[in-house]
């Protein structure tokens, strides 16, 4: 188990979302560069000069490059700085180096977050080569040379536990959404089967009549092309759509209508009001079903975490070509609600894959909105 626990390590990848070098990054390297340039006015108890701006050049550098090249930043740096103290310890030179070495940490921490597995594992080892030369070359007590290990092991650690805290994180996102594709599919193949059940009963019946009531027949057919065309549209639909294989009942899924019955009575708090305004006629069913889910999760977030709300509004238009979805709610500002959560990455995805936007955050003058806008077709992207 140890030995397929380390290969795991060994084999991990670099994350896939490192970010590109930014405004940020040249920050930190001129306050760096700031801090040793102060400290080289400054203080008198330093290395001799040429060492000094080799340590720092071999600092600062790498810097910029920290998450694109984790690695090699780490081996230029910590590799500059073993030749610098080996240099100071042949030569005994008196002196030490800037304070702003410390920078370091920040390219150990980087090697851990950013770099892979096999990238971690060479790196570690350059750094704790480093650290006995210089502690020879930088003569401290026991306590402080442990002190300098755990710096740069915390700040490895540091960087792994940030690392695979978002990888949970990217990992429930994806599990949040492909929950949201399973149950959408499972409302659109619903949607169908009742289609093409209406359909095999129509055709049916118009067989029983086709030849002593000819015209009974010819509306039987039309019927049939109807509901052909709302099927063809569903199965559209559900196309790129993920489904696990679950019972399902062939019944009709809860719609623009069914809004309606969120609303409440007053006596509970928060209380819902619901408005329906616009034309809701041949509308997608996966639409009215995506409007449903999205006002009864948002009404439930709303009863959840806003806090002190009293009133949870829901409106529904409908025009000639979207359905607009917003759900407001007079909570406070500090109830804590966090836009990533799952429960609104589940929705967000919804309304994505039915061709939709979605947006959530707080309102402008109190609580929280929903607002979701999804075309009447529900043609997915």
């Given at each position: 188990?140890?030995?397929?626990?380390?290969h795991?390590?060994?084999?991990?990848?670099?994350?896939?979302?490192?970010?590109?070098?930014?405004?940020?990054?040249?920050?930190?390297?001129?306050a760096?560069?700031?801090?040793?340039?102060?400290?080289?006015?400054?203080r008198?108890?330093?290395?001799?000069?040429?060492?000094?701006?080799?340590?720092?050049?071999?600092?600062?550098?790498p810097?910029?490059?920290?998450r694109?090249h984790?690695?090699?930043?780490?081996?230029?740096?910590?590799?500059?700085l073993?030749?610098v103290d080996s240099?100071?310890?042949?030569?005994?030179?008196?002196?030490g180096?800037?304070?702003?070495?410390?920078a370091?940490?920040?390219?150990?921490y980087a090697?851990?977050?950013?770099?892979?597995?096999?990238?971690?594992?060479?790196?570690?080892?350059?750094?704790?080569?480093?650290?006995?030369?210089?502690?020879?070359?930088?003569?401290?007590?026991?306590?402080?040379?442990?002190?300098?290990?755990?710096?740069?092991?915390?700040?490895a650690?540091?960087?792994a536990?940030?690392?695979?805290?978002?990888?949970?994180?990217?990992?429930?996102?994806?599990?949040a959404?492909a929950?949201?594709?399973?149950?959408?599919?499972?409302?659109?193949?619903?949607?169908v089967a009742?289609?093409v059940s209406?359909?095999?009963?129509?055709?049916?019946a118009?067989?029983?009549?086709?030849?002593?009531?000819?015209?009974?027949?010819?509306?039987?057919?039309?019927?049939?092309?109807?509901?052909?065309?709302?099927?063809?549209?569903?199965?559209?639909?559900?196309?790129?759509?993920?489904?696990?294989s679950?019972?399902?009942?062939?019944a009709?899924?809860p719609?623009?209508?069914?809004?309606?019955?969120?609303?409440?009575?007053?006596?509970?708090r928060?209380?819902?009001?619901?408005?329906?305004?616009?034309?809701?006629?041949?509308?997608?069913p996966?639409?009215?079903a995506a409007?449903y889910?999205?006002?009864?999760?948002s009404i439930?977030?709303?009863?959840?975490?806003a806090?002190?709300?009293t009133?949870?509004?829901?409106?529904?238009?409908?025009?000639?070509?979207?359905?607009?979805?917003?759900?407001?709610?007079?909570?406070?500002?500090?109830?804590?609600?966090a836009?990533?959560g799952?429960?609104l990455?589940?929705?967000?995805?919804r309304?994505?894959?039915?061709?939709?936007t979605?947006h959530?955050?707080?309102?402008?003058?109190?609580?929280?909105?929903?607002?979701?806008?999804?075309?009447?077709?529900?043609?997915?992207?």
């Amino acid at each position: 188990m140890a030995t397929s626990a380390l290969h795991a390590l060994w084999v991990e990848p670099r994350p896939t979302n490192a970010p590109d070098r930014g405004p940020r990054d040249w920050a930190l390297v001129a306050a760096m560069a700031g801090w040793s340039l102060v400290e080289a006015v400054l203080r008198q108890d330093l290395a001799p000069r040429p060492l000094l701006l080799l340590d720092t050049l071999a600092l600062l550098g790498p810097l910029l490059w920290r998450r694109t090249h984790p690695l090699v930043a780490v081996v230029v740096s910590f590799g500059t700085l073993t030749i610098v103290d080996s240099v100071r310890i042949l030569t005994e030179s008196h002196g030490g180096l800037l304070n702003s070495v410390s920078a370091a940490l920040i390219l150990a921490y980087a090697l851990f977050r950013w770099g892979s597995g096999r990238e971690a594992a060479i790196g570690l080892g350059v750094i704790l080569l480093w650290q006995p030369i210089t502690t020879v070359a930088d003569p401290t007590s026991l306590l402080g040379t442990v002190g300098a290990y755990a710096f740069f092991l915390s700040a490895a650690a540091l960087g792994a536990a940030i690392r695979y805290r978002a990888k949970f994180r990217i990992r429930d996102i994806d599990q949040a959404k492909a929950r949201e594709r399973e149950q959408l599919a499972r409302e659109l193949h619903d949607t169908v089967a009742h289609h093409v059940s209406g359909i095999a009963i129509q055709a049916q019946a118009g067989r029983a009549i086709a030849a002593s009531q000819p015209e009974r027949a010819v509306e039987a057919l039309a019927v049939i092309e109807d509901a052909a065309t709302r099927t063809l549209t569903e199965l559209r639909a559900i196309v790129g759509v993920l489904r696990a294989s679950q019972d399902t009942e062939f019944a009709p899924q809860p719609g623009v209508a069914e809004v309606e019955q969120l609303a409440t009575d007053g006596q509970a708090r928060p209380c819902v009001e619901v408005t329906l305004s616009g034309e809701f006629d041949d509308l997608s069913p996966a639409v009215g079903a995506a409007i449903y889910r999205l006002a009864q999760e948002s009404i439930t977030n709303a009863r959840r975490h806003a806090r002190h709300a009293t009133q949870v509004t829901v409106a529904v238009t409908g025009d000639a070509d979207r359905v607009r979805l917003t759900v407001d709610d007079d909570g406070s500002a500090a109830g804590g609600r966090a836009p990533a959560g799952y429960g609104l990455v589940g929705m967000r995805e919804r309304a994505s894959l039915l061709g939709g936007t979605f947006h959530a955050g707080p309102a402008a003058e109190r609580g929280w909105r929903v607002e979701a806008v999804l075309p009447r077709t529900g043609t997915p992207r």
